[in-house]
Each structure stands twice: as structure tokens, then as C-alpha cells.
């Protein structure tokens, strides 16, 4: 990639109409950036520890959690920097690495959420075969091509955005670099970039979402068939916790690149709930209706208190 622009760096203006609230903000992200932070860790912490918990989906879990620790940690460090009164200049190659690692991590995300609708598929249409399917081979590729072509993702689109040049302004009209406010400050004809970044953005997710529709009509036809009321409900149980998940994940993602006119307050508020409130939330929705998280983030918080103790 290389750079042509005669920007050196840029200024990021912010939320849209959030002047004076800084300090609030602060707090406010602040405390979201840390739950989320504790949250997820908490989550490796009960996974690594118990075997009992060493089964694919709670590898692809162990995954996403990791994923929610760095996703949020793309914008909201230099986030919560400005708004605590410093510079809010960044570079050309910081923003360059904000914008790859965003959409890499996102899309990463995007791919773990649909290899885990097929591991739930597996497992509810296909269980006595279950552990052959979802081998530690199988899991292992299905997991290293999400980080694939997630990375394949990101390069496309970072490479799409700054092959244009940059001569001026250099202020960003939100609070990290992504695809949209940065084409605006481009000094070249971005319609047909525009159309491309739109489409390949879109069609992602969309692919994701078919799939894992696909998936889900499976496993509800499959439930259905199982005579048991007390057996529908708890293979319908198994699937709420990522169900939840999907829309919190998929919903910012429709509503920010798929509304006809786009509107800088909403889509900063649908940022910043995708990128700080859904990870802080991943935790708490795999974990309150799941009794092996529950018993295992247990057994982790008392050793925790043990050796605070000693």
C-alpha cells in the first residue's frame, strides 16, 4: 500500500453533538471498556480452566471472547484519551491500523458467529455423531479461517480506502477511522470506491446471515421433531445465548450500511453499542443461562479470593 498523501495525520473530531459532555463520556465508556475487559477474561479464565468445558463450542466461545477483547480496544483507547483532555490527533499509519484491525476483528466475529450456528446445527441434528463431525482438526481449520478471511477482508477494504489520496482536510467527523469518514476527506472521485466498499461491507454479513439462517431452520425443524416438550426446551435453550449474541452483532451492522441516508448521530451511537456494549455483554449472555459457565467462572472468582486472602 502505498502512501501518496500529504497528510501526515488526522484529527478526530469526535461523536457528533457531544460537545461539553466529554467528561461524562469518559466515565461512562470508560466503565463499558473494562466490564468488557473483565468480562471476556473472566470467560478464558472458566474455559481454560475446566475441562469439563474443553468440548468445540466453548473453543469457538474461548475464541469470540478473545476477539471482545480486542475489538473494543481498536477505538476506545485513543477514544477515551481525547475525551480525557488530550490530543486528538492521530497518524496516517494509526489510522491505517485502526481501519484494518476494525474490520478484521469484525469480520473475524462475523465468521466465528456463523461457524458456531454449524456447530449448533451439528449438535442438535447430528448428535451421535457430534464428536466425529466436529473433530479437534476440523475445529482447529474452521477457527484459523475466520482469522483467514477475515484478514483477507481488511486488507481488500484498507487497501480500497487509502490507495486515494489525502490532501486536505484532515479532520475525521467521528471518533475512529472507518470507510465512510475517511472517503469524505479523500481528494479523488470516491463514487465507484464508494459502490465497491458498500457492496463488500454488505455482502459479508449478509452471507454470514443466510447462513446461519440455514443453519437455525435446521435446528428448529430438527427440535420440533423431538417428541419431549422438556427436550424441546432444552435443545431450544442451548441456542438462545447465541441467537441473543447474533442480533446484538448482526442489528449495528444493517442499521449503520444498509439505512438509505445516513444519519451521524445514529451511526455513532450504533458504533459505540456495537463496539463497546455488545462485548461487554457477550459474557453476561453465554454465561447467565449456561450452569458449566456459571459453576466454572465460580470456582475461578474463589480462587481468586483465595489468593487475594494469602
Wanted: aromatic share 14%.
Amino acid at each position: 500500500m502505498r502512501n501518496t498523501s500529504e497528510v501526515t495525520e488526522f484529527i478526530l473530531l469526535g461523536i457528533p453533538h457531544t460537545e461539553d459532555l466529554e467528561t461524562m463520556l469518559f466515565v461512562l465508556f470508560l466503565s463499558f471498556y473494562l466490564f468488557t475487559l473483565m468480562g471476556n477474561l473472566l470467560i478464558l479464565l472458566a474455559i481454560v480452566s475446566s475441562t469439563r468445558l474443553h468440548t468445540p463450542m466453548y473453543f469457538f466461545l474461548c475464541k469470540l471472547s478473545v476477539c471482545d477483547i480486542f475489538f473494543p480496544s481498536v477505538s476506545s483507547p485513543k477514544m477515551l484519551f481525547y475525551l480525557a483532555g488530550n490530543s486528538r490527533a492521530i497518524s496516517y499509519s494509526g489510522c491505517v491500523s485502526q481501519l484494518f484491525f476494525y474490520h478484521f476483528l469484525g469480520c473475524t466475529e462475523c465468521f466465528l458467529y456463523t461457524v458456531m450456528a454449524y456447530d449448533r446445527f451439528v449438535a442438535i441434528c447430528y448428535p451421535l455423531r457430534y464428536t466425529i463431525i466436529m473433530s479437534h482438526r476440523l475445529c482447529a481449520i474452521l477457527a484459523m479461517g475466520t482469522s483467514f478471511f477475515g484478514c483477507i477482508q481488511a486488507i481488500f477494504l484498507t487497501t480500497l480506502t487509502f490507495q486515494l489520496p489525502y490532501c486536505g482536510p484532515s479532520g475525521v467527523d467521528y471518533y475512529f477511522c472507518d470507510i465512510p469518514v475517511m472517503l469524505k476527506l479523500a481528494c479523488a472521485d470516491t463514487s465507484a470506491l464508494e459502490m465497491v466498499g458498500f457492496i463488500s461491507v454488505g455482502l459479508m454479513p449478509l452471507s454470514c446471515f443466510l447462513l446461519i439462517l440455514t443453519s437455525y431452520s435446521c435446528i428448529v425443524y430438527s427440535i420440533l421433531q423431538i417428541q419431549s416438550t422438556e427436550g424441546q426446551w432444552r435443545a431450544f435453550s442451548t441456542c438462545s445465548a447465541h441467537l441473543t449474541a447474533i442480533l446484538l452483532s448482526f442489528m449495528p451492522v444493517i442499521l449503520i450500511y444498509l439505512q438509505p441516508t445516513p444519519n451521524p448521530r445514529l451511526n455513532a451511537t450504533v458504533q459505540v453499542l456495537n463496539n463497546l456494549v455488545t462485548p461487554m455483554l457477550n459474557p453476561l449472555i453465554y454465561s447467565l443461562r449456561n450452569k458449566e459457565v456459571k459453576y466454572s467462572l465460580r470456582k475461578v472468582l474463589e480462587q481468586v479470593v483465595l489468593i487475594h486472602e494469602k
